[in-house]
Every structure is written in structure tokens, then in C-alpha cells.
């Protein structure tokens, strides 16, 4: 069965300070799809990141990067130089891949994120 | 217009009413899901569908039921509500490609008293 956790339930930084939120993954699927959103506090998602599960590099966006490695079934995200707008639940996902089309989208519990001035 | 849109966005309900949430998207896809999200639990699956014939229960479907009228259209219905089916609720489609994703709702909260 496929499982997702985050075992970071809060985390509490001051800003510009480096935060990293962990996420660890299982599956038996050789291909599957790894997934990060943001939920600010109006409640939507916001898509962050797709990476697929055979392509393990690192992938650096603004401020945000993001650590896959298969070898631990992680998919680390950091957020650089945080600032008060990266106040939010984060949460990582994890998908099969059926015929290139997607399968079920298995979220982790989520992480919220304070980022305090 | 949004991709996908839920209807109502917010929604007070007694217990023992029936409520249906809607969901219609644009995205032709044929995938679609319905999530529920509760604070400390992330989202959970409640049922998916991956064509207008097919539908399958998820996680939590139990006290839930779907009807899936069309391509573009996915309900999710609460036959009696109680009060521990308040939360936030996510419609979702999903399409085909190197491409895909999952496209979300913006989200309907309901709250039954």
C-alpha cells in the first residue's frame, strides 16, 4: 500500500531563517509521482512541484529547493531565507502512474509552517 | 472561470439532513476524486472515478455516496449528515500525459450542527 508521512505536524522559525520540511514515502510501484502543495490560510491548494520517480535530481526554484532521493524514499523540501508569506500547511503527495494517467493522489498528514517577523 | 468548481464554497447543515456538493470541470479529464481534509489528518480519499462508468470507494467512503452525471461532472452526497462529517471537502481531476497533474477545487467547507 502506498503511504505518505510527514512527521512534522508544526514547525516554527523566525524569518529569513532556512527551514526544511521532511517527507518519507512508501510504495511498491517502480513508477509514481511525487507531489508538494501549499495550503495558505484562504484554504486553497497551491501546486508547487511534480517530480517523477525516475528522475532524482535536485530541483531549485527561487527559494524553494527540493532533496528526492529514492535510495531513503524521501522527498525533502527547503525553503530558503523564509519569509512571513510562506505561513502555510505544506503537503507532500504521492501518485501511481496508471497508463501515464493519474492514479490515486495519497497526501501525508501535512506540515504547518510559521514563519514569525 | 475556474478549472474545476465546487458548489456551495461554504455550507451549514443540520444533522440527519441530506447535502449533495457539486464538482464541474473544464479540463476534459476523465479522473476525478473527491477528498476530505480534517486539520492533523491531511486529506483522505473519499471515492474516485476514472471514467463516467467507473467508480470506486476510497479511504473513507463510508456515510458517502457519488454520482458521476457526466465527463465534466462528479457530486459527492452526504445522505444524513452528522456532525463529525464537518470539514473541508476537495473536488479533484487528474488528466494523461508526461504532463499531468491534479487539478483542485477551491473547496467547499461544510459544517453540520
Known amino acids: 500500500a502506498q503511504k505518505v508521512t510527514q512527521a512534522q505536524t508544526e514547525i516554527s522559525v523566525v524569518e529569513k531563517e532556512d527551514v526544511t520540511l521532511d517527507c518519507v514515502y512508501e510504495?511498491?510501484?517502480?513508477?509514481?509521482?511525487l507531489f508538494w502543495y501549499k495550503q495558505p490560510p484562504s484554504g486553497e491548494l497551491v501546486f508547487l512541484i511534480r517530480r517523477n520517480s525516475f528522475d532524482e535530481q535536485n530541483e531549485i526554484s527561487g527559494r524553494y529547493s527540493w532533496n528526492f532521493q529514492k535510495s531513503t524514499s524521501s522527498f525533502n523540501f527547503t525553503i530558503t531565507a523564509s519569509q512571513v508569506v510562506d505561513s502555510a500547511v505544506y503537503f507532500c503527495?504521492?501518485?501511481?502512474?496508471?497508463?501515464?494517467?493519474?492514479?490515486?493522489?495519497?497526501f501525508g498528514q501535512g506540515t504547518e509552517l510559521s514563519v514569525k517577523p | 472561470d475556474a478549472d474545476v468548481t465546487q458548489t456551495p464554497r461554504n455550507r451549514i447543515t443540520k444533522t440527519g439532513k441530506r447535502i449533495m456538493l457539486e464538482c464541474s470541470q473544464t479540463?476534459?479529464?476523465?479522473?476525478m476524486y473527491w477528498y476530505r481534509q480534517d486539520p492533523g489528518l491531511g486529506l483522505r480519499l473519499i471515492y474516485y472515478s476514472f471514467d463516467v462508468k467507473d467508480i470506486n470507494k476510497g479511504e473513507i467512503s463510508d456515510g458517502y455516496s457519488v454520482s458521476r452525471q457526466a465527463q465534466a461532472k462528479f457530486s459527492l452526497s452526504l445522505e444524513s449528515a452528522i456532525p463529525n462529517q464537518t470539514a473541508l471537502y476537495f473536488c479533484?481531476?487528474?488528466?494523461?500525459?508526461?504532463?499531468?497533474?491534479?487539478?483542485f477545487g477551491s473547496g467547499t467547507r461544510l459544517t453540520v450542527v
Open positions: 510504495t511498491r510501484d517502480t513508477t509514481y509521482y
Open positions: 479540463k476534459g479529464h476523465d479522473r
Open positions: 503527495a504521492l501518485s501511481e502512474s496508471i497508463h501515464n494517467q493519474g492514479g490515486k493522489l495519497i
Open positions: 479533484a481531476t487528474s488528466g494523461t500525459g508526461t504532463g499531468y497533474g491534479y487539478t
